[in-house]
């Protein structure tokens, strides 16, 4: 059938989505038509549709690929790469080239691991490339090459299929030669980056879907995105030109044109000129400069120097341009510098090309004839250099500035006074010593002195003295030199005429690390030498010595430095020289020194001493030994001073005899001596017998000096005895064993010792036999001290032979002469059996040996023995109680060892004496005899000889004359912990040193017997360091030491030394209570703190003051840098050996006048900073600031600081040459600031200078919404300020709470000006000024620029702005509250009735506590009242009133002033302190009626104050309180009066009074008016008849009807206040009266008028009772009637009972009633007659009714009246003007 295939559209979502998935899929086929379809058919196997990648193609030979990367510029990359393989068809791929930058070089990179890359600045580039497309294996197929094959017949398969693969290695090989390249941009200089290639299939080839196809979200959908094989590899980008590397100093060495001469004619470097020869790249176009390193006078240490050149604040200025770059104006090119090959690397590891460079001399400013002291300081003596452009705009800003060059030394001043030369003599060597002044540890003389200030070369010194004048003049070879001219005098030099006269002293000295010296020949202490001078064979121009490096061990005392010089730099012995130094640091040089004093190179002679100075008549003698032996005495040479070995020479020259024709050659025998005084005994022997001889004695030094004997001395002519047949035998010597020395040092400390080491033994060296004569070797032990004497030389019961005799070493074969001789191995009796008995111990120490002829000859010869040999020890014992101890002295570390030597055998062996003694020895020979006889191993099993494992006590004590030590050191590891032990290290054994005095001992060490002597030594410090100290122990290095004693033959065990930790003691306070303080006086600042106390035999301690601003500018720095003398402890200041605290021995050993005459000497000096140093001494008894500190207090002065900063302080301690380098806290001030400035102290700065006066922005209520987080956060304390200039960066708060800063010092800044914010608590005592915790940035608040502080730690505070630029701070802020505190307890409610006199309207006090925790409710100058009813709505809100504390009272809502004396708090005329202090702590406010309050309503109210920016919190609610007022009532017992009348009836009635609560409450409610209400009702339906309203207390009811019952009601209220029916019937009936009346008939009576004038009173002061006046008239029709009233004018005035005055008329009514003029007051009340202008004393008011105001009252006594009308006239009264009433306020919702 016909074969179909189907294409699938990938197109359809779902249909695309399945085949591309990445799974396997099985496929079913049906066919049909358009009307029916077949059945599917079988599924498929199943299988994965996998499109295959684009890969890179293959290597030619299976190759990497070809992939290249080369780097076109700093920036950018070209990447080159073939086409990668593809799918037939397909023309087009995507690249993805892809660079990531490493920071992980590939080649550090862990074994397996790949290069880690990381970062966000890889750079993609996406790019495509069109290439032809390539055949489908069905083209291939169809190909000609393929259907030829095919044509042919029987052609394997396999030829096709190679043919086919033929065809497409031709297709790739097409492609080989067309490289794609691709350029990445925008890449990192210096950078090494991983770059990529990888290849995908672009969605327009059809091979994926199209991203318009949308395909669901899964793996499918980035299909496009996914890529094939990639290809990879590392490459760098380059970098660009690098700033000038940092100049180089070099010396004139390293310049070719100026290395052949050290002191040229040129003027390169020429004396007195600030210069320095500089190696500096060839850059045209920058410039060079230079700054000061530090100040003139810093310490120069490496702790402290260091500190100095790395501190990058700012050095206090004395002058306007210090420590500042400058522009080197003068610069001189000395010739083309020569590249030193290293080219600088970039940070990938690609080289920049070096540039050229060139030599330089850069000259600095010389010093001028008349600076001043300020412009002396200025010089700076170190500088640094580096390259700066010269136009910027013209540069990249990263090569601006090139690097710095380290500190550089501009010129340095030579010592100012001639080196002193001294000779140092010693038994092992000897040297000249020059020392001479240099300032590097020290600071110079201040003021500054210049080197022309002295006249000569001793003028300048005040203790120079010459240690040598006296020597020269004692020395007879300089004195005739001097006589003869033969020594020149040095001449008289001066820097005073010189170009260095305007130098300071000590210039340049703490950069000096070298010193060179120069010497001259100027004549010789033999007549040869001075004659070759004179030839000029011997020049006598200077000879330079190679440069000396300068350390600690050359540094002396006081600004003095030394070092040694040897014979090894060409100085002839003999020779008289002057010497001359300079110092620098190997590139730059002073000019030499003045030349020093003559000394002559050579080692005085040893003297001999005279007959008289021995006290005996010939200073030699000679003592015949033998016929071959004599033994010569002689008195010891006197060595010079130092020197202590002698080696003599003892010759015998014999009598040469005329008849004897051969020569007899002298004897001599040389041998090396300690120096001890006295007579010196020594046999020489081989010589002959019967023969003449003059014995003579010369002495020279063993290893110093000169060769040649000197000091002759020579003897009478000695005849020896006849000559014998042999010659005696030759003297045994002992030797040290190496053997056994070597084992013992093998041996650890803590291992038995080995059997040779406890043993009695000895090693001698004599031969055997000599001209075949044997020898024997006998031995006798020495009692105690015994010489050598004729006794034991012929006594032969006391000579034994040793137990064994070995040979060790063969030696050298030949006569006696030869060495060395045979070395025999010596076993002498044990000691064991004697080890208890103190006497035969003392015996067996030591033994003297001779050797004895085995075969005696026929006539008797004293030949047979030889000389018997020195005293040879048998054994030491090792010392007892050694101990280690860490010393410190001054300023060093040292460990010494103390050890003990038991001398008690020796004193055993004195008291016994000599008899006694040789009857021990005796019983030792015979002990010793009876045990020859037992063998070893019977001694053995019979346990006779028991296992020695140690010496006995003190044996072989009294005769060590040496010891030697070892030791070994336990470093720390880096990680703390311990470490291994060293190797020991084995020290030369020394002599013994002098014994200790029982003072001299370590303390706690017990004395013990008078036997025992203690001995000292000192281990020396470690090769090339010194002892590394901690502060505790096991915190430094550890030490263990071992010691042994002996002769210098034989020795003891080592004896181990427990370990010594190598630790001081920080230094501590004197006591616990031990404080610093500091304190401001104007502008300066002063710290004190007392001296500590230091390790014991420290004397001096180094502080260091850190000042710590409170800034979050300016950084700590160090204040100043002193070193003091350490206090003494508490314990020893108790003592009475300490005579004042601090002050080391070395002070008090001066006497007070030469401590006031050396004005140099100080305890204490300041050796780095600018701070002042005041002693204590100088403040006692002023009162001043530590006055009352210890005697011993160091006081610094600042001068620096600024006096608008708090500044804490921290004194650090540490030892200035010993322990850690580190400073340990001492004492610690807590921030502290000027309290106020001084009166009259006058500002440096202008006030345009200063910043601005902050000001507080108002925060509304709008703006409290805005901040209501802030306000949440930290109670609300939050302060916005403003202030001119500031800036606002931010538009609103909420953009400003986004980028809001953590510090105040940013966000504060107006313009280019940065202000730092500062706050402080305002109270009573001094403020102390802090930044503020949190301000945000500035921003836009109600149209003005300002800036938020919150988080703030006070409630009241200040605050002002502080510039660090100039470190000024401006003006403060007047205080501001932050947040207003709730006011606790709730207000007090309280009613009270206004006005003057009578109420005229009701209010409610509140009672506002002001007495807050804080104290911010009495700074408020606002308040705030709302209030509501019980169970209303809402709060109603009164307007913000001021609060006005002066009085203690505010204002009403109405401004009216509180009512005295209604529930207010008046100010007494004269207030106690109590009254002042509590005034305060209550405010009364008034809320009026007018407010809104409504008389009848339950109230409760809350109160809040403030201030015109702020409010605080509402208060909780005051107790409800019910605002109504109750009804008059009436008097207890009255009742309603009815007088009944036919037609009318008179009712009366007592008046009415308030209520006793409202009474005690409000007391002018008695003078407020009352309304009588009075009802009748009448007949028997009670109809109301009438109601009357009076303000009387009776009523005329007229209308009645006769004889008819009536019932009457009385009731009342006040006259103006509502009642709001409260007295409603039956509802208050205790507040009414009530009465029943009946009327009566006319009964014709007839009417009578009746007038009554009362008082207002019943009885008035002065009168007795006071009756009425009344008058009757009777009423006859219509007609007027009138009536007189005879009243009293003087009714109101105080008088005698018995007086009557008559002279006074008496007024009378008019005689009609009608012609009444004037009105009555009825019906006013007190107020209004007030307002009518009416005084109230002036109207008498009485119950009822008032008086006619036409009766004119009588006036007071003594009163002024009108001499016309007689009326009073009115005196000004102190009441206050009504204040009229205001209208109601506005409600706020």
């Not at 990529?196 to 980035?222: E, K, Q």
Request: with cysteine.
């Amino acid at each position: 059938g016909t074969r179909h295939e189907l294409e699938i559209d990938l197109s359809d979502k779902a249909l695309s989505a399945l085949l591309l998935a990445d799974k396997p899929l099985q496929v079913s086929l049906r066919v049909g038509n358009a009307h029916r379809w077949s059945c599917w058919t079988a599924w498929s196997s199943p299988q994965s549709l996998v499109i295959p990648s684009p890969s890179p193609p293959p290597g030619v030979g299976g190759s990497e690929p070809k992939f290249m990367v080369s780097a076109k510029s700093p920036t950018s990359m070209e990447v080159s790469f073939l086409a990668f393989d593809r799918l037939p068809i397909v023309t087009c791929l995507e690249y993805v080239v892809t660079a990531q930058p490493l920071f992980l070089e590939a080649e550090e990179a862990e074994e397996g691991a790949e290069a880690i890359t990381e970062g966000p600045s890889s750079v993609e580039t996406v790019i495509c490339f069109h290439n032809e497309p390539r055949k489908s294996d069905d083209q291939l197929f169809l190909t000609r090459d393929v259907t030829r094959l095919l044509d042919k017949d029987s052609v394997p398969m396999s030829k096709v299929v190679a043919c086919m693969r033929e065809l497409r290695q031709q297709e790739l090989d097409k492609e080989t030669d067309k490289e794609l390249k691709v350029t990445i941009d925008g890449l990192l200089p210096c950078t090494r980056y991983l770059v990529s290639v990888a290849a995908r299939y672009p969605a327009a080839a059809g091979i994926f879907p199209t991203p318009a196809l949308d395909l669901p979200t899964d793996p499918m959908s980035n299909i496009k995105m996914i890529l094939g094989e990639c290809l990879k590899t590392e490459a760098e980008t380059p970098g660009g030109e690098a700033p000038p590397v940092a100049p180089r100093q070099v010396g004139r060495l390293d310049v070719s044109s100026l290395a052949d001469s050290d002191d040229p004619v040129d003027d390169v470097l020429k004396p007195g000129a600030r210069a320095a020869l500089l190696s500096i790249e060839d850059r045209p176009d920058y410039a060079l400069e230079y700054c000061a390193c530090a100040s003139h006078l810093a310490h120069y240490d490496p702790e402290v120097g260091a500190a100095l050149r790395d501190f990058g604040g700012s050095w206090a200025r004395k002058g306007g341009e210090e420590h500042a770059w400058k522009r080197v104006t003068s610069l001189r090119r000395i010739e083309k510098g020569v590249c030193e090959g290293v080219a600088r690397k970039s940070s990938g590891g690609d080289n920049i090309a070096a540039r050229e460079e060139f030599i330089v001399e850069a000259v600095l400013p010389l010093f001028a004839p008349q600076a001043g002291q300020a412009q002396k300081l200025l010089l700076p003596d170190v500088v640094r250099f580096r390259q700066c452009a010269i136009y910027r705009s013209a540069t990249h800003p990263c090569r601006w500035i090139g690097g710095v060059s380290e500190p550089v030394a501009v010129a340095f001043a030579p010592p100012r006074r001639p080196p002193k030369v001294c000779r140092i003599l010693s038994d092992d060597r000897w040297c000249l010593n020059i020392s001479f002044e240099l300032f590097k540890t020290t600071s110079p003389p201040f003021p500054v002195r210049l080197l022309g200030g002295g006249t000569s070369q001793y003028d300048d010194g005040d203790d120079y003295d010459d240690d040598r004048e006296d020597e020269e003049d004692q020395n007879e070879v300089l004195a005739e030199l001097r006589e003869s001219n033969g020594l020149p005098t040095p001449p008289k030099e001066s820097w005073a005429q010189s170009d260095l006269r305007h130098m300071p002293v000590g210039y340049g000295h703490r950069m000096a690390t070298m010193v060179q010296f120069r010497f001259s020949l100027q004549s010789g202490t033999s007549p040869l030498m001075r004659r070759e001078i004179e030839r000029k064979v011997l020049s006598r121009g200077w000879q330079h010595a190679p440069p000396v490096e300068i350390t600690k061990h050359h540094e002396g005392a006081r600004a003095t430095y030394s070092f040694e010089i040897s014979a090894a730099v060409g100085l002839l012995d003999g020779g008289i020289y002057m010497f001359q130094i300079r110092v620098g640091n190997g590139k730059n040089w002073s000019a030499w020194s003045q030349t020093s004093k003559a000394i002559v190179f050579q080692v005085p002679a040893p003297i001999p001493p005279t007959a008289a100075a021995l006290g005996a008549p010939k200073t030699v003698t000679v003592e015949v030994v033998s016929s071959t032996a004599a033994r010569v005495h002689w008195g010891d040479f006197r060595p010079a001073k130092g020197l202590t070995m002698l080696e003599y020479e003892v010759r015998a020259a014999p009598e040469q005899n005329s008849q004897i024709q051969q020569t007899i050659m002298p004897v001599s025998d040389k041998f090396e001596h300690s120096h001890r005084g006295g007579f010196i005994e020594h046999e020489i022997t081989n010589l002959l017998p019967f023969t003449g001889y003059t014995f003579s004695v010369q002495a020279r030094y063993p290893k110093v000096g000169s060769r040649a004997w000197s000091g002759q001395q020579v003897s009478e002519l000695i005849v020896l005895e006849a000559a014998a047949a042999y010659q005696d035998p030759p003297t045994p010597a002992a030797v040290p064993d190496p053997e056994v020395a070597e084992e013992i040092e093998r041996s650890s400390p803590g291992d038995t010792s080995p059997a040779e080491a406890l043993a009695c033994f000895a090693t001698l060296e004599y031969p055997a036999e000599e001209d075949d004569m044997m020898y024997d070797l006998e031995y006798a032990h020495v009692l105690a001290n015994e010489p050598d004497t004729a006794e034991m030389r012929q006594s032969q019961g006391i000579w034994h032979t040793p137990l064994d005799v070995t040979l060790a070493d063969v030696g050298f074969q030949g006569n006696g002469d030869g060495r060395p001789q045979p070395r025999w191995h010596v076993r002498l009796p044990d000691i064991r059996p004697f080890r208890g008995d103190a006497l035969k111990l003392a015996i067996l120490q030591r033994v003297r040996f001779r050797l004895r002829a085995r075969m005696t000859p026929e006539d008797s010869s004293s030949r047979w023995w030889s000389s018997i040999s020195a005293p040879v020890a048998t054994g030491f014992a090792g010392p007892e109680d050694a101990m280690a101890c860490l010393v410190a002295h001054g300023d060093r570390l040292a460990v010494e060892v103390q050890f003990q030597l038991d001398r008690r055998l020796a004193e055993a062996a004195d008291q016994a004496g000599g008899a006694e003694l040789r009857m021990q020895r005796a019983d030792i020979f015979k002990a010793l005899r009876d045990d020859r006889g037992v063998s070893k191993s019977e001694s053995q099993a019979s346990g006779t000889v028991e296992k020695v494992t140690s010496w006995p006590r003190g044996f072989g004590h009294p005769f060590v004359t040496r010891y030697q030590l070892r030791v070994r050191h336990q470093m720390l590891e880096e990680d703390g912990s311990t470490g291994d032990w060293g190797a020991w290290e084995v020290h030369p054994h020394s002599a013994l040193p002098r014994d200790l005095e029982k003072c001299e001992l370590f303390p706690g060490t017990a004395v013990g017997e008078q036997s025992v002597r203690w001995f000292k030594a000192e281990l020396q410090q470690p090769k090339a360091r010194s002892l590394i100290a901690g502060l505790h122990p096991f915190q430094g290095e550890t030490v263990q030491v071992s010691i042994r004693v002996g002769d210098g033959i034989k020795w003891s065990l080592w004896r181990n030394i427990r370990e010594v930790s190598v630790s001081v003691a920080p230094p501590r306070p004197v006591r616990d209570t031990d404080t610093a303080v500091a304190s401001w006086k104007g502008t300066v600042c002063s710290v004190a703190w007392p001296a500590v106390v230091p390790h014991s035999g420290i004397d001096c301690i180094e502080y260091q003051l850190t000042v710590i601003p409170e800034s979050d500018s300016l950084l700590p720095f160090v204040g100043a840098v002193l070193v003091a003398p350490g206090a003494a402890s508490a314990e020893q200041a108790s003592s009475n050996k300490t005579v004042t605290r601090g002050m080391t021995k070395a002070y008090f050993g001066r006497t007070r006048k030469t401590v006031r005459e050396d004005k140099s000497w100080m305890p204490a000096k300041v050796v780095a900073g600018t701070a002042t140093l005041i002693f204590q001494q100088q403040v006692a008894g002023t009162g001043g600031f530590g006055a009352g500190m210890a005697p011993d207090s160091l006081i610094l002065e600042l001068t620096d600081l600024c006096p608008d900063l708090r500044y804490s302080f921290q004194v650090l301690a540490r030892y200035p040459t010993i322990g850690p380098r580190s400073f340990q806290k001492i004492f610690e001030v807590s921030k502290i600031s000027r309290m106020a400035p001084e009166a009259g102290e006058a500002s440096d700065r202008l006030p345009g200078v200063l910043p601005p006066a902050p000001s507080q922005v108002p925060l509304t209520e709008a703006g409290q919404e805005q901040m209501k987080r802030w306000l949440q956060d930290g109670d609300g304390r939050i302060v916005i300020l403003s202030w001119a200039g500031l800036e606002a960066e931010a538009e609103n708060a909420r953009q400003a709470s986004v980028i809001q800063l953590s510090s105040g010092s940013l966000g504060a800044q107006s313009g280019s000006r940065h202000f730092e914010i500062q706050a402080t608590e305002f109270s009573s005592k001094a403020s102390e000024w802090y930044p503020v915790p949190v301000a945000t940035c500035s921003f836009m608040y109600e149209g003005v620029p300002c800036i938020l502080l919150r988080n703030l730690p006070f409630c009241i505070g200040q605050f002002r702005l502080f510039d660090p630029k100039i470190s000024a701070a401006g003006p403060a802020t007047k205080p501001i509250v932050t947040v207003y505190e709730q006011v606790d307890p709730a207000p007090e409610a309280s009613m009270v009735a206004l006005g003057q006199g009578a109420p005229r309207t009701m209010g409610i006090q509140l009672c506002i506590p002001l007495s807050t925790p804080q104290g911010t409710a009495r700074r408020a100058t606002r308040y705030q009242v709302r209030f509501r009813s019980v169970g209303g709505p809402a709060w109603e809100e009164l307007d913000v009133q001021v609060l006005n504390t002066g009085t203690g009272f505010g204002s009403s809502s109405a401004g009216s002033s509180l009512p005295v004396g209604l529930g207010s708090r008046a100010p007494s005329p004269n207030p106690s302190s109590t009254e002042k202090n509590n005034f305060h702590e209550t405010h009364a406010v008034l809320v009026r009626e007018e407010d809104g309050l409504e008389l009848g309503c339950v109230y409760e109210f809350q109160v809040r104050v403030g201030d015109r920016c702020r409010l605080g919190k509402w208060s909780r609610e005051s107790r409800s309180l019910r605002f109504s007022i109750s009804a008059p009532v009436p008097a207890e017992g009255s009742g309603l009066k009815v007088v009944e009348q036919d037609e009318f009836a008179e009712l009366s009635w007592a008046p009415f009074q308030p209520e006793p609560g409202l009474e005690a409450k409000m007391p002018s409610f008695r003078q407020l008016p009352i309304e009588y209400t009075v009802t009748v009702v009448g007949g028997v339906l009670k109809e109301p008849v009438t109601s009357l309203v009076t303000r009387d207390c009776f009523v005329k009811v007229c209308g009645l009807r006769p004889n008819t019952s009536y019932s009457a009601t009385l009731t009342a209220r006040w006259s103006r206040f509502e009642s709001n029916g409260q007295y409603a019937e039956g509802k208050y009936r205790d507040q009414m009266l009530m009465a029943a009346f009946v009327t009566t008939g006319l009964g014709g009576r007839q009417l009578v008028a009746e007038l009554t004038v009362r008082m207002p009173s019943e009885r008035i002061d002065g009168y007795g009772p006071v009756q009425s006046a009344t008058a009757r008239l009777p009423m006859d029709g219509v007609e007027p009637a009138a009536v007189k009233l005879a009243l009293d004018p003087y009714y109101v005035q105080p008088r005698l009972q018995h007086y009557t005055p008559n002279f006074v008329r008496k007024p009378s009514l008019p005689t009609h009633v009608s012609g009444i003029q004037g009105r009555a007051t009825a019906g006013f009340d007190k107020d209004e007659i007030q307002e009518e202008g009416l005084e109230e004393s002036s109207v008498p008011i009485s119950p009822g009714k008032h008086l006619p105001a036409i009766v004119p009252m009588p006036p007071p006594k003594f009163t002024t009246r009108d001499p016309l009308t007689f009326a009073l006239i009115s005196a000004p009264t102190g009441s206050k003007p009504a204040v009229p009433r205001p209208s109601p306020r506005r409600r706020v919702a």
